[in-house]
């Protein structure tokens, strides 16, 4: 891929994501995205979906949006405190916001890339009911209970009004945006069986 940071707003990775099932001459592909790997699918398949033969979508971004106050006073703020001044506690507050289970490889890792990477905190568009019409393709939707960022039953309903060929709509009513293992393991599951 070219070294350039792709538009969220024109659809960019999505079409990527095309060119990439393309170049690879992959075909009758299952796809599974968790939060902007769910909003680079929905855009792919939205785009060119002669490839796929089903998309998993687990707190895609794109669909809806949470309460912006919620998600600058308890995500956004807290993390750009921890990039500026390294204050432990953001971090935590931040990983507290996201996680389900508390994950010490996150915690490490994330307070070291969010050190040194540049966050792209441009707004996402959502997906079109004329996008989402679009995709014949067979699509599931996971989504969180406790997600900050794109509530859970908000998400399934609007998931339920666009989507024509929407296989299944799972609440994880407990899962914040990261899921913990249970509700990882219920998901594969269901990959699995479908």
Same mark, same amino acid.
């Given at each position: 891929?070219s070294d350039?940071?792709?538009?969220?707003?024109?659809?960019?990775y999505?079409?990527?994501l095309?060119?990439?099932l393309?170049?690879?001459?992959l075909?009758? &592909?299952?796809?599974v995205g968790f939060?902007l790997g769910?909003m680079c699918i929905w855009?792919?398949?939205a785009?060119?979906a002669?490839? &796929?033969?089903?998309?998993y979508?687990?707190?895609?971004?794109g669909? &809806?949006a949470g309460?912006?106050?919620?998600?600058?006073?308890?995500l /956004?703020l807290p993390?750009?405190?921890?990039?500026?001044?390294?204050? @432990?506690?953001a971090?935590?507050?931040?990983?507290h916001?996201?996680?389900?289970?508390?994950?010490? /490889?996150a915690r490490? /890792?994330?307070g070291t890339?969010?050190q040194h /990477?540049k966050?792209?905190?441009?707004?996402?568009? %959502?997906?079109?009911k004329a996008?989402?019409?679009?995709i014949?393709?067979? &699509?599931h939707?996971f989504a969180?209970?406790?997600?900050?960022?794109f509530?859970?039953?908000?998400?399934?309903?609007?998931?339920?009004?666009?989507?024509p %060929?929407?296989q299944?709509?799972v609440l994880l @009513?407990d899962?914040?945006?990261?899921q913990?293992r249970a509700d990882t393991?219920r998901?594969?599951?269901?990959i699995l069986?479908?």
């Amino acid at each position: 891929s070219s070294d350039r940071t792709m538009s969220k707003k024109r659809r960019e990775y999505g079409q990527w994501l095309v060119e990439v099932l393309d170049g690879l001459d992959l075909s009758g &592909v299952k796809l599974v995205g968790f939060s902007l790997g769910g909003m680079c699918i929905w855009q792919a398949l939205a785009t060119d979906a002669r490839r &796929v033969e089903s998309a998993y979508l687990v707190a895609p971004a794109g669909v &809806v949006a949470g309460n912006p106050f919620t998600g600058i006073f308890q995500l /956004f703020l807290p993390m750009r405190r921890y990039m500026k001044r390294q204050d @432990p506690k953001a971090l935590e507050k931040v990983l507290h916001g996201l996680f389900t289970d508390e994950d010490p /490889f996150a915690r490490q /890792f994330l307070g070291t890339a969010l050190q040194h /990477f540049k966050m792209d905190f441009s707004p996402i568009k %959502n997906i079109t009911k004329a996008e989402a019409q679009r995709i014949q393709t067979p &699509v599931h939707v996971f989504a969180g209970g406790e997600d900050l960022m794109f509530p859970g039953r908000k998400l399934l309903k609007r998931a339920r009004a666009l989507f024509p %060929n929407l296989q299944s709509a799972v609440l994880l @009513p407990d899962s914040k945006h990261v899921q913990g293992r249970a509700d990882t393991d219920r998901i594969q599951e269901h990959i699995l069986s479908s």
